[in-house]
């Protein structure tokens, strides 16, 4: 069964920076775009990032676009997101999720566990 | 605000049919996708392309598309599917997910 694992949540100031980390296992992870997906507390999911299987081409929600950065290690099995300039409203937690084979759209068919990530003076 | 939308809840009595809508101008042109979220667990997959389940999803659970609107249908609803359930696709240039703001079921 496919296995996603984040790390690297945790409570930052605004203005602030972190680095999420998700390392995929038992599933061919170069043959995978991969999503990052958020939810606030008590709210709804939000889309945040998509990167493709090579990690040339990237996709940005449009409340974190020039501010988050998805990246990807394909010989460590790991996506990546570089958060900047964070304020209250992305306190969430931070689902990292590989995207369904083979179709033209980035749904997700596996999410890990989630990472909070909590953004307080 | 979401660019698809869902009713905020459903109830249904156990074993009745549960039915959520998502509306959106991503149909029919985009799959839709639906996902159930259980209270401190992460979403799980019950329905993609339409109208497809994925393994160890009951038959319980189907999807369906026309026009502008997606539907998912649980037939004959157990106590273990009260959760939330949202639908997810994309603009219709593809690039974007679009997600509706979810649905809860209650089953009592």
């Known amino acids: 069964e496919v296995h996603l694992v984040e790390s690297g949540g945790g409570q930052v100031k605004p203005g602030g920076s972190l680095r999420l980390s998700c390392v995929g296992s038992?599933?061919?992870?170069?043959?995978?775009?991969m999503n990052w997906m958020r939810q606030a507390p008590g709210r709804g999911l939000e889309w945040v990032a998509t990167i493709s299987t090579s990690g040339t081409d990237v996709y940005y929600g449009d409340s974190v676009k020039g501010r988050f950065s998805i990246s990807r290690d394909n010989a460590k099995n790991s996506v990546y997101l570089q958060m900047d300039s964070l304020s209250a409203e992305d306190t969430a937690v931070y689902y990292c999720?590989?995207?369904?084979?083979?179709?033209?759209?980035?749904?997700?068919?596996?999410w890990g566990q989630g990472t909070l990530v909590t953004v307080s003076p | 605000s979401h660019e698809l939308t869902q009713p905020p809840s459903v109830s249904v009595s156990p074993g009745q049919t549960a039915t959520i809508t998502c509306s959106g101008n991503s149909f029919p042109r985009q799959y839709a996708y639906w996902y159930q979220q259980k209270p401190g667990q992460a979403p799980a997959l019950v329905i993609y392309k339409d109208d497809e389940r994925p393994s160890g999803i009951p038959e319980r659970f189907s999807g369906s598309s026309a026009g502008t609107t997606a539907t998912m249908t649980i037939s004959g609803a157990q106590a273990e599917d009260e959760a939330d359930y949202y639908c997810l696709s994309a603009d219709n240039g593809g690039y974007r997910v679009v997600l509706g703001g979810g649905t809860r079921l209650t089953v009592l």
């Open positions: 999720a590989r995207v369904d084979y083979d179709v033209l759209i980035f749904a997700p068919d596996f």
């Open positions: 038992d599933f061919m992870f170069n043959k995978y775009n």
